[in-house]
């Protein structure tokens, strides 16, 4: 899986071809698929979850989701607040839980998926590169989660029992086309053109206010659609004071990136960039700004190239203290580049030649190189060179042999690249690692039944990753009735 420092932002899911390589030109697609599964869980069972809270986030697809961003958030989950959300819920009669504004709320929001399908797709669509790929990725509606909306492993969680979320239907489903919009941006970054910064981190920085600067002018055009007019992020968007306040925080916390610890770095990153919103308003009028002056086709461009365009065609359209500083540029070609390069004109090479480099950069910023050998491992995946990406992740695995992500990642590539039975050994190695890996648990579904016998739900399950590999899903696998099914073949998906 994918990727970062601030907010994990995994890659999206390509379907159809093993390999949807980048055609430009051609339309993008991009299946959204709204699951109820989780809140109606929640408010339906909430006597069955507090007899094992722990098994219930570690079995709910939401809540599986959720570890993984206080996990990569550093930010500790709070076990305490959430059992008295469901103590409290379960003294409710039921048929009051089952007439809850929430629920009602999340099925309004399901409602109108085919709305948002022939909506908001488009709209997100054309604020990305027609390179003629295929996403898909599904939205968890759930409550109680401490983050009122999140996107990490190819998917998004919606708390809309948070009141942070407007309680209206218009304004979740204007917050989920921000979210939705990270799927696209995710898989572009894989395809940037440009060279990035020799240190990492300060372009995970930049990458940050790119990516949530554009997300959330995206969502905020789209108001017409769903309007969210008492949003808070928009009102900032709207006041120009404010808009120059937020630019005044970046620079400042840009000024800090070389001076402060790491750690502390990270912390005030998160406090003024994400808590108080500088990356997101900043990087929405930046969006904003390129998209009014110079029009779409040169903020889309942005993307394709990378951050540091980003930053740097702002940069010629603001004047004085509007302008964002800039980082100073490469020197030369980065290690990734040099290593990509080497494999395209030595494909199935060793990276022998590197190994000294890798060994030094290893001991300084371990954290880095591993990110930046998951992220040239799918970079080349993505671009049709699956052979080339198993070298670089075994490669990065050598160096950091307990890195579950780096197995989880060597398992996609074989996924992907139809060796079954390598996909099902790295994810196990993963799951080792890592328990509450929620995408290995997922891919390698049909290898962990174990002793006990499958239910219904498992061996639907199993059909469903088993058909999707050959793309052709059947529409009875995903049908929630009894269903009679062939024993036999049942059997054969699970292994």
């Known amino acids: 899986m994918i ?9 999206a899911v ?29 408010f339906l069972h909430p006597e069955e979850i507090l007899k094992d809270v722990d098994q219930f986030w570690q079995t709910d697809a939401a809540f599986q989701l959720s570890a993984r961003w206080h996990r990569n958030n550093n930010i500790p989950g709070d076990m305490d607040k959430f059992r008295e959300d469901i103590l409290r819920l379960s ?24 709305r948002f399908a022939a909506a908001a797709i488009p709209h997100i669509l054309g604020f990305l590169p027609r390179n003629g790929l295929q ?9 109680f989660t401490t983050a009122s909306a999140f996107m990490t492993n190819t998917q998004i969680v919606a708390n809309i029992a948070s009141p942070k979320l407007s309680g209206t239907a218009n304004g979740i489903l204007n917050i989920l086309l921000h979210e939705v919009y990270h799927i696209g941006y995710g898989i572009d970054r894989l395809l ?30 789209a108001g017409s659609l769903y309007p969210f007019p008492d949003f808070e992020d928009y009102r900032m968007l709207e006041d120009d004071a404010v808009v120059r306040e937020k630019i005044g925080k970046v620079n400042a916390l840009f000024f800090q990136f070389e001076k402060l610890p790491k750690e502390d770095f990270r912390k005030l990153s998160w406090e003024e960039g994400v808590k108080n919103r500088a990356y997101y308003i900043a990087g929405a009028y930046m969006s904003r700004t390129i998209d009014e002056k110079i029009g779409r086709a040169a903020l889309i461009e ?3 190239k990378g951050p540091r365009s980003f930053v740097s065609l702002y940069n010629t359209l603001a004047e004085g203290d509007m302008k964002i500083t800039e980082f100073p540029a490469p020197r030369g070609l980065s290690l990734y580049s040099r290593i990509f390069q080497h494999l395209t004109d030595h494909p199935g090479s060793s990276l022998t030649p590197f190994d000294p480099e890798l060994e030094e950069l290893s001991r300084k910023d371990g954290g880095s190189l591993a990110n930046g ?3 040239l491992g799918y ?9 080339d990406a198993v070298i670089v992740l075994s490669k990065a695995l050598a160096l950091f042999p307990k890195d579950a992500n780096l197995y989880d990642s060597l398992g996609e590539v074989y996924l992907k690249s139809g060796n079954m039975e390598k996909a099902a050994e790295n994810y196990r190695k993963s799951l080792e690692l890592d328990p509450n890996n929620s995408n290995a648990k997922k891919s390698s579904r049909p290898c962990q039944f174990g002793d006990r016998t499958p239910s219904l739900m498992d061996l639907r399950q199993a059909l469903r990753i088993f058909f999707k590999l050959f793309a052709c899903l059947p529409p009875w696998v995903d049908n929630g009735a009894s269903t009679s099914i062939d024993n036999n073949l049942l059997f054969c998906c699970v292994g």
């Not at 990727?3 to 890659?11: A, F, K």
């Not at 409710?92 to 085919?114: F, T």
């Not at 996403?135 to 409550?143: G, N, R, S, V």
């Not at 970079?379 to 052979?387: D, E, H, M, Q, V």
Request: hydrophobic fraction near 40%.
């Open 14 to 42: 390509l379907s159809g071809p093993l390999f949807a390589q980048p055609n430009a030109g051609n339309p993008v697609s991009l299946k959204v698929d709204f699951s109820l599964d989780s809140v109606k869980y929640i």
């Open 3 to 11: 990727w970062p420092v601030l907010i994990l932002s995994s890659m």
């Open 192 to 221: 940037r053109s440009e060279e990035p910064l020799e240190d990492g981190r300060a372009y995970d920085v930049l990458d940050v206010l790119h990516n949530e600067g554009l997300a959330t002018y995206v969502a905020w055009k």
């Open 373 to 375: 050998m998951n992220r």
């Open 379 to 387: 970079r080349l995946l993505y671009r049709g060179r699956p052979a």
């Open 91 to 114: 003294k409710i009669p039921a048929a009051e839980r089952e007439a809850d504004p929430v629920l009602k709320l999340g099925e309004s929001i399901k409602s109108g998926e085919a």
């Open 302 to 304: 942005t993307i394709e």
């Open 135 to 143: 996403m898909e990725t599904k939205i968890h509606l759930t409550a």
